[in-house]
């Protein structure tokens, strides 16, 4: 893979990612969207994983990734399409984390972790989660798709986590975002 392969995959992945996954975060500050903001599931999710972001994040995500396959002539069959599967994937791949953090030692039928908060024995973990789990599944899926192989999905894993954790920074520097 040619170093101008590499940058185009981590352009496709990453650039609709970022811009569609802040957007959604200042339409959640603005409170804007309302009518979306429906959890998935309260029991098994929190409060903070909704249909909003489930719909908006992946529809965003396409019509970048549109925008930008058009701008930059990627040449990408389907662009809409791999957009809104590679959003979807990175919505999905979150939930596994959010459904621990609400069942951790925990009797049946109590709450777990709050939403958008840490748990206080594991907070190195989920950290760590919470900057890897929507990276992993990005990966695996353009992985999946047939788009690269595995050995650049590690390094796109690597690139996309890195990303995250530090506009994740950036974000909270900027207000917002609450918490790393």
Same mark, same amino acid.
């Given at each position: *893979? $040619?170093?101008?392969? $590499?940058?185009?995959?981590?352009?496709?992945?990453?650039?609709?990612?970022?811009?569609?996954?802040?957007?959604?975060?200042?339409?959640?500050?603005?409170? %804007?969207?309302?009518?979306?903001?429906l959890p998935? #599931?309260?029991?098994?999710? &929190?409060?903070?994983?909704?249909?909003?972001?489930?719909?908006?994040?992946?529809?965003?995500?396409?019509?970048?990734?549109?925008?930008?396959?058009?701008?930059?002539?990627?040449?990408?069959?389907?662009?809409?399409?791999?957009?809104?599967?590679?959003g979807?994937?990175?919505?999905?791949?979150?939930?596994?984390? #959010? %459904?621990?953090?609400?069942?951790? &030692?925990?009797?049946?039928?109590?709450?777990?972790?709050?939403?958008?908060?840490?748990?206080?024995?594991?907070? %190195?973990?989920f950290?760590? *989660?919470?900057?890897?789990? #929507?990276? %992993?599944?990005?990966?695996?899926?353009?992985?999946?798709?047939?788009?690269?192989?595995?050995?650049?999905?590690?390094?796109?894993?690597?690139?996309?986590?890195? $990303?995250?954790?530090?506009?994740?920074?950036?974000?909270?520097?900027?207000?917002?975002?609450?918490?790393?």
């Open positions: *893979m $040619t170093m101008n392969n $590499t940058f185009r995959h981590i352009l496709v992945v990453l650039v609709p990612l970022i811009f569609s996954n802040v957007i959604h975060m200042i339409i959640v500050k603005r409170n %804007f969207l309302n009518a979306f903001n998935l #599931s309260v029991k098994l999710f &929190g409060e903070n994983k909704t249909w909003r972001g489930f719909i908006f994040v992946p529809v965003l995500n396409g019509m970048i990734l549109v925008l930008l396959n058009a701008v930059l002539r990627f040449d990408i069959q389907y662009p809409a399409l791999l957009g809104f599967i590679l979807l994937a990175y919505m999905v791949f979150e939930l596994p984390n #959010s %459904f621990l953090k609400r069942k951790l &030692g925990l009797p049946a039928g109590q709450g777990g972790i709050k939403p958008g908060e840490q748990h206080n024995r594991m907070k %190195f973990l950290s760590v *989660m919470d900057k890897t789990d #929507s990276s %992993f599944g990005v990966a695996l899926t353009y992985f999946l798709l047939g788009y690269i192989g595995l050995r650049f999905a590690i390094c796109l894993f690597l690139i996309n986590a890195f $990303t995250h954790a530090l506009l994740s920074q950036l974000l909270v520097v900027l207000g917002i975002k609450k918490n790393f």
